[in-house]
C-alpha cells in the first residue's frame, strides 16, 4: 500500500493537469456566458464529489450505529471532513460564477441556501467532533451526520422541485449539453475523484494513528497509577 | 476571464490550504510519537 500511494498521487497529479488543459483549452466556448462558463468544470464536478462523499459518510455513521466499528467512525470523519472541502469549493465558485452571469454573488433561492445549510451541517458535525469530551461523541455524530444526510437529496432536488435562479440540472433534467462539453466534464470529475480518493486515504492514514498515539498518551497516564 | 481565473485559483488555494493543514497534523503526531518514544 506504501508504494502503491506515490504512483497513485503521480497519476492523480497527471490526470488533473490533463482535466485543468481541457477546461480551460480544449473544450468549446459556451455561446451566451462565454468563457466564464468554463467555472462549470469545476463546480458541478466538486458538488457532485461532495456529495458523494456526504453519502459515503452517512453509510459509515448507519454502520458505526450498527457495529460500533471504529473504522466505521475514522470513515465518517474523514468524508465529513473532506466534503467540507469540496463544499466550500462549491460555495465560492458558485458566487464567482453567478456574478458575471446573474448580476448578482447570492441569492438565497433554495438550491443555494440548501447547499449553504448543508456546508453548516457538516461544519457542525467537525466542531462537534472536535471539542466535545465526552464516550458519546461518535454516537452523537453519527447521529447527527445521518440527520445532516438528509439535506444531500434535497440540495440535488431542489432545481427539480422548486423554482429557482439556479440552472436545471445536467443530467435528467431536460437541458442539453455539447458532447465536448460532457466529455471534459466527466474528465474533471475522475480527475477530482482521485483526488479525493488520495486525501481521503492519507487522512484515513491520519485519523488511524491519531486515535493510536491517543490511545497510547491515555495508558502512559494510567501505568503510574497501576504500578502504585 | 477575470471571474474564471478567481474560480480556478481559489479553488486551489482551498486545496492546497488543506493539504498544507494535514502536513502540519502529520507533524505535529510525529513529534508526539518521537516523544512517546523517548518515555
Known amino acids: ?228 | 476571464m477575470n471571474f474564471l481565473y478567481a474560480a480556478y485559483t481559489a479553488t486551489w488555494i482551498i486545496h492546497i490550504t488543506y493539504l498544507g493543514i494535514l502536513v502540519q497534523r502529520y507533524e505535529r503526531l510525529r513529534s508526539e510519537i518521537e516523544e512517546l518514544k523517548k518515555k
Open chain 1, 1 to 228: 500500500m506504501k508504494r502503491a500511494f506515490p504512483i497513485f498521487a503521480l497519476l492523480t497529479a497527471i490526470l488533473l493537469s490533463y482535466a485543468l488543459y481541457e477546461a480551460l483549452v480544449a473544450a468549446p466556448t459556451e455561446q451566451t456566458m462565454g468563457n466564464v462558463q468554463r467555472i462549470f468544470y469545476y463546480h458541478v464536478p466538486s458538488a457532485w464529489t461532495a456529495f458523494l462523499l456526504f453519502t459515503i459518510n452517512f453509510v459509515a455513521s448507519v454502520w458505526y450505529l450498527i457495529r460500533r466499528s471504529p473504522h466505521a467512525d475514522a470513515v465518517a470523519v474523514v468524508t465529513a471532513e473532506v466534503g467540507v472541502v469540496f463544499c466550500t469549493v462549491v460555495l465560492l465558485t458558485g458566487p464567482l460564477w453567478a456574478r458575471p452571469v446573474w448580476g448578482i454573488w447570492w441569492t438565497w433561492d433554495v438550491r443555494l441556501t440548501s447547499t449553504l445549510v448543508l456546508w453548516l451541517i457538516y461544519i457542525s458535525y467537525l466542531m462537534l467532533r472536535r471539542f466535545s469530551t465526552s464516550g458519546q461523541t461518535p454516537v452523537l455524530a453519527a447521529a447527527m451526520a445521518i440527520l445532516g444526510a438528509l439535506d444531500v437529496p434535497l440540495v440535488y432536488f431542489s432545481i427539480w422541485i422548486f423554482r429557482t435562479q439556479h440552472p436545471q440540472p445536467v443530467i435528467g433534467g431536460g437541458g442539453s449539453i455539447d458532447p465536448r462539453m460532457w466529455h471534459v466534464l466527466l474528465i474533471n470529475w475522475a480527475a477530482f475523484l482521485c483526488f479525493a480518493g488520495l486525501i481521503c486515504w492519507s487522512r484515513y492514514r491520519l485519523e488511524i494513528l491519531q486515535r493510536e498515539v491517543e490511545e497510547a498518551q491515555a495508558l502512559e497516564t494510567l501505568e503510574p497509577r497501576s504500578s502504585r
